[in-house]
T-cell receptor, first 113, second 109 residues
Framework: DGGITQSPKYLFRKEGQNVTLSCEQNLNHDAMYWYRQDPGQGLRLIYYSQIVNDFQKGDIAEGYSVSREKKESFPLTVTSAQKNPTAFYLC????????????FGSGTRLTVV | RKEVEQDPGPFNVPEGATVAFNCTYSNSASQSFFWYRQDCRKEPKLLMSVYSSGNEDGRFTAQLNRASQYISLLIRDSKLSDSATYLCVVRGNDYKLSFGAGTTVTVRA
């Protein structure tokens, strides 16, 4: 079955550590996105990529980095520069243009301990 | 001003009731419109697209008013399983979607 897979489901990070969240899709979608969701708030765009080897900053890119070396994969690194990393991270993908919306992965819940 | 604004609710309704809510969007050049459903601690899932002429999907009816820049969702004959947060989503004249913060609906027995 085609879909989008995020791992891990839960992740705990110590202060000062970098962590990488995985996102893989087999939907043959060109575009991929990373969002952050905090309790009671909407989704905020971190980074997006419309094509392999190219990506753009979203609204809250500070403290995050991404790569897009393969069409299927769009990993997100949460660096130690991100001051409030505890959140629910959602990866999504879509064809271009996204006439039928995005398909989301099941998310990674990151907690700083 | 936020690109997409929604009444957060909660809308607390009995089973079998009808519930309706709106969202407004700021970009008059917006191209596409969607309603997503998000269950607690889960990912958003597409509920339905919203077309200019309005559209139904079973007990769900979506309307678009471009002149006033709002979208509505109506749920008829509410079920307990309809309890969720409903996200209003708008695509501008680029390829990115903007998400509202969501409207929470709770259906009680």
């Amino acid at each position: 079955d085609g879909g989008i897979t995020q791992s891990p489901k839960y992740l705990f990070r110590k202060e000062g550590q970098n962590v990488t969240l995985s996102c893989e899709q087999n939907l043959n979608h060109d575009a991929m996105y990373w969002y952050r969701q905090d309790p009671g708030q909407g989704l905020r765009l971190i980074y997006y990529s419309q094509i392999v080897n190219d990506f753009q900053k979203g609204d809250i890119a500070e403290g995050y980095s991404v790569s897009r070396e393969k069409k299927e994969s769009f990993p997100l690194t949460v660096t130690s520069a991100q001051k409030n990393p505890t959140a629910f991270y959602l990866c999504a993908s879509s064809p271009q243009p996204p006439n039928y919306g995005y398909t989301f992965g099941s998310g990674t819940r990151l907690t700083v301990v | 001003r936020k690109e997409v604004e929604q009444d957060p609710g909660p809308f607390n309704v009995p089973e079998g009731a009808t519930v309706a809510f709106n969202c407004t969007y700021s970009n008059s050049a917006s191209q596409s419109f969607f309603w997503y459903r998000q269950d607690c601690r889960k990912e958003p899932k597409l509920l339905m697209s919203v077309y200019s002429s309005g559209n139904e999907d079973g007990r769900f009816t979506a309307q678009l008013n471009r002149a006033s820049q709002y979208i509505s969702l109506l749920i008829r004959d509410s079920k307990l399983s309809d309890s969720a947060t409903y996200l209003c989503v708008v695509r501008g004249n680029d390829y990115k979607l903007s998400f509202g913060a969501g409207t929470t609906v709770t259906v009680r027995a």
